[in-house]
């Protein structure tokens, strides 16, 4: 059991790592209890999940500019410093909300601009925090820390909404945010302890010129690039999130709390793949460890597209039988959400040792490019075949359509899989 069990050697090695982590872990809670809240508030104060939908919207184009511009800044300035400021403003954002909240404002505007800001900052934050990391453990322990940082974000992504609903029915938006508020300043101080970590190497000015290198960067290293189009195979063709309304209401029954189920049963997959993935660690051919997982979170969701197909043509909604077609749906994907961070694990890792120090900021902000956009595609592509083929075969489409993808990329890029950890090639 505990060589199944996540390695904590990042943790006894390095303190500086020691102390993001924790900051990390008790922040990535509160930022779900505020992304959730938010959500309930736009929506109490304006009945429209038009206005719902909206907030990914304000979010989304900020923070796709803020993390290639970001990036190109992480590479020119001190990373610690990048990484605080950053934290400061989206600190800020959390206590502007929950001084929003405690003032009993009711302006929709003001929430919109919170989260455009808010979604920038951690535009700037992210690729600065992925950059630290491999500067405050050993290399052969990088795959360790990252599972680790994944961990967090499952635990934050599956306690978070459950604790949200229950803290906003029962004390009100403003100490939900104020929570929020509470658990960042962990992480500020985490920030505020490490050491300076200015860039190694040739250093480039911010600018539109340093994003430009860095795609080009992208685009003459065939492994880097490969983590890229793996992740958007998986998440512009098989997203099933988009599905799950229609899926509690119409197919498998039990409305928005089956939905609720089925989006907490991918991230407790992903929290415990992160938690047992002591052996990460021992795999060297991280490429093919990539290939297999995006190929298997594609087997997952058809998987779970097959369990809702059965469960329509069972009339399991007509008939009440939501427990068993749910706890069948919700075992696909607690699947998906494992292989989902395990494959990003080895994605970070590769991204992370094969990139030159130099160029890693850059690099970690076109990630989280990928890694905001390629869902809200997912989204689309998902809503689309799900209103032509029906919600279960558009999760089976997309998911076999995955795994053939991936099939092609193999084809496109042998060389990926032999990628070989202990000798890093971009």
């Not at 038009?50 to 970001?70: E, F, H, S």
């Not at 992480?74 to 929003?100: E, I, N, Q, T």
């Not at 974000?153 to 100490?175: D, H, I, K």
């Not at 994003?211 to 290293?221: D, K, P, S």
Request: with cysteine; proline share 5%; charged share 10%.
């Amino acid at each position: 059991m505990p060589q199944l069990l996540a390695d904590i050697t990042p943790l006894k090695e390095s303190p500086d790592f020691r102390r993001l982590w924790i900051g990390t872990s008790l922040s990535s809670i509160g930022a779900q209890l505020t992304l959730v809240a938010v959500s309930l508030q736009v929506y109490q104060l304006t009945g429209s999940t038009l206005a719902v939908g909206a907030i990914g919207v304000a979010g989304l184009v900020p923070l796709v500019l803020a993390g290639l511009y970001g990036g190109a800044m992480v590479d020119a300035h001190d990373r610690r410093k990048v990484a605080l400021y950053s934290g400061l403003v989206l600190w800020g954002c959390s206590a502007a909300f929950a001084v929003h909240a405690w003032l009993g404002l009711r302006e929709l505007w003001l929430l919109y601009l919170l989260i455009a800001v808010h979604s920038a900052a951690a535009g700037v934050n992210q690729p600065a925090r992925s950059a630290i990391v491999p500067r405050l453990v050993r290399q052969q322990t990088l795959p360790a820390a990252n599972a680790l940082t994944m961990m967090t974000f499952g635990l934050g992504m599956t306690l978070g909404p459950l604790l949200a609903g229950v803290l906003v029915a029962q004390a009100g938006f403003g100490w939900t945010y104020t929570i929020d508020v509470l658990t960042f300043t962990a992480s500020i101080w985490a920030l505020f302890k490490l050491p300076p970590v200015p860039p190694e190497g040739e250093v480039s000015r911010a600018g539109v010129r340093s994003v430009l290198e860095g795609l080009q960067f992208l685009g003459t290293r065939p492994n880097v690039r490969m983590t890229f189009l793996a992740d958007l195979a998986a998440m512009v063709m098989a997203q099933p999130r988009a599905l799950m309304p229609a899926i509690g209401a119409l197919v498998i029954g039990g409305g928005e709390t089956t939905a609720g189920i089925l989006l907490a049963a991918v991230a407790a997959g992903a929290f415990l793949a992160a938690l047992f993935s002591g052996p990460v660690g021992r795999i060297h051919r991280q490429g093919l460890a990539v290939l297999v997982c995006v190929a298997a979170w594609g087997a997952a969701v058809a998987g779970f597209g097959a369990v809702v197909v059965l469960a329509g043509h069972a009339g399991a909604a007509a008939h009440g039988q939501t427990l068993p077609w749910l706890l069948a749906a919700a075992a696909c994907l607690a699947a998906a959400g494992a292989a989902d961070t395990v494959s990003g694990v080895f994605r970070n890792t590769i991204l992370q040792s094969a990139t030159p120090d130099a160029m890693r900021g850059r690099l970690q902000g076109i990630f989280i490019v990928v890694v905001a956009g390629g869902p809200r595609l997912g989204d689309a592509v998902a809503g689309g075949n799900g209103q032509w083929l029906g919600e279960g075969m558009a999760a089976v489409a997309g998911g076999l359509a995955c795994a053939l993808l991936v099939w092609l990329l193999h084809r496109w890029q042998p060389g990926f899989a032999r990628y070989d950890a202990r000798h890093p090639v971009p």
